[in-house]
C-alpha cells in the first residue's frame, strides 16, 4: 500500500475548475517534486492534501482517507512549508516555531522543556542559532522561509507539504535547505515540493509530477518526465539535455520556442 494515493482529485474554486482528474501515489521515504507554469493549480494540490479546500475524489494516507481525519491528527501527519510572506502578528521566533509543537500536546498544556529543546535542534539545523528572542516581523524573507522549515521539523510529520520553499532564499541557502529536505526523506518522510526551479526539482527528487491547466501531463522520474518536447509545450522554452557527473540532470535553457525550432522528443 502506497503512503499516499491521491485518486481522481478535483478542486474547483469560485466555480472555477482548478485541479481536473489528478491520481498519483507516492511512497514513504519518497520525494516528489511539484512543477508547472503559473496558474497550473500546483500550490491547490497542496492545500487540498492538507485539508485547507473542499475536493472531490479520494486522498489517503497509508489507507485512511484524509478529509476522515480529525484537525489535530492531520496536523501530526502532515506538515506545510509554505512561501515566506510578510506577518502581521508579533512572535519570537522560537515562540512561532513552538507552534509546530502544538498538534502534540493537549488544550491549554504548557509547552515542555523537551518542546524548547526541540526547537533548539530544529534552528540550529536551519542555520538559525542565535535566533529564538528575535521577532519575527525583523526577519528577512529567507530567514523567515528557514524559521518555517524549522516549525515543520519540531512538527514530526511524516509528510511535508513544501509551496516554492526556496523562492526566497539565497543560492546557498537554497541548497542548503535542499540538503536539509533530503536528509529528512532519508529519514523515511514523504516530500511533496512544488517548484519553479526545474533543474533544482530534477536535482533532488525521486520522481516529478508535471501539470499544465490543472491536469497533470507526466510523472515519473525527471529523466523521463522533462523532455525537450514538453519543456516546450509547457514553458515555451527550447532546451538542451544532458548529464552532470553526479548522474543528475542538467539543463542548458536556449531561448523561447518562438525564437526557432522545438527540438525533438527525447529522454534521458
Known amino acids: 500500500m502506497s503512503f499516499l494515493a491521491v485518486d481522481r482529485l478535483a478542486v474547483a474554486l469560485d466555480g472555477h475548475p482548478i485541479l481536473r482528474d489528478v491520481s498519483f501515489e507516492a511512497a514513504s521515504g519518497e520525494w516528489v517534486g511539484v512543477l508547472g507554469p503559473n496558474g497550473a493549480g500546483k500550490t491547490t494540490l497542496l492545500r487540498a492534501l492538507g485539508g485547507h479546500v473542499p475536493f472531490r475524489g479520494e486522498i489517503r494516507l497509508e489507507g ?3 478529509d476522515q481525519m480529525g484537525v489535530s491528527t492531520r496536523a501530526r501527519r502532515m506538515a506545510f512549508v509554505r512561501q515566506a510572506r510578510s506577518l502581521t502578528f ?6 512561532f516555531v513552538l507552534l509546530g509543537r502544538a498538534p502534540h500536546r493537549g488544550w491549554l498544556e504548557a509547552y515542555r522543556r523537551a518542546d524548547r529543546d ?3 535542534e530544529a534552528l540550529a539545523r536551519v542555520d538559525l542559532e542565535g535566533f529564538a528572542t528575535r521577532s519575527v516581523l525583523s526577519l528577512s524573507g529567507g530567514e523567515m522561509q528557514r524559521v518555517f522549515l524549522a516549525q515543520a521539523l519540531v512538527q514530526d510529520a511524516d509528510l511535508l507539504l513544501l509551496d516554492e520553499p526556496t523562492a526566497h532564499l539565497d543560492v546557498q541557502y537554497q541548497f542548503a535547505f535542499m540538503e536539509q529536505v533530503r536528509a529528512q526523506v532519508a529519514s523515511g518522510r514523504t516530500v511533496l515540493a512544488v517548484g519553479h ?4 526539482a530534477a536535482r ?3 520522481r516529478l509530477l508535471l501539470f499544465a491547466d490543472g491536469r497533470l501531463r507526466a510523472a515519473g522520474p525527471p529523466g523521463t518526465v522533462l523532455t525537450p518536447g514538453r519543456i516546450a509545450e509547457i514553458f515555451g522554452m527550447r532546451v538542451d539535455l544532458g548529464r ?9 535553457y536556449q531561448g523561447p520556442v518562438a525564437s526557432a525550432p522545438v527540438q525533438a522528443e527525447a529522454s534521458l
Open 244 to 252: 552532470r557527473p553526479d548522474g543528475t540532470l542538467r539543463i542548458d
Open 204 to 206: 533532488y527528487a525521486d
Open 64 to 66: 485512511t482517507p484524509v
Open 118 to 120: 526541540r526547537v533548539r
Open 90 to 95: 508579533d512572535f519570537t521566533v522560537e515562540e
Open 197 to 200: 526551479d526545474l533543474e533544482l
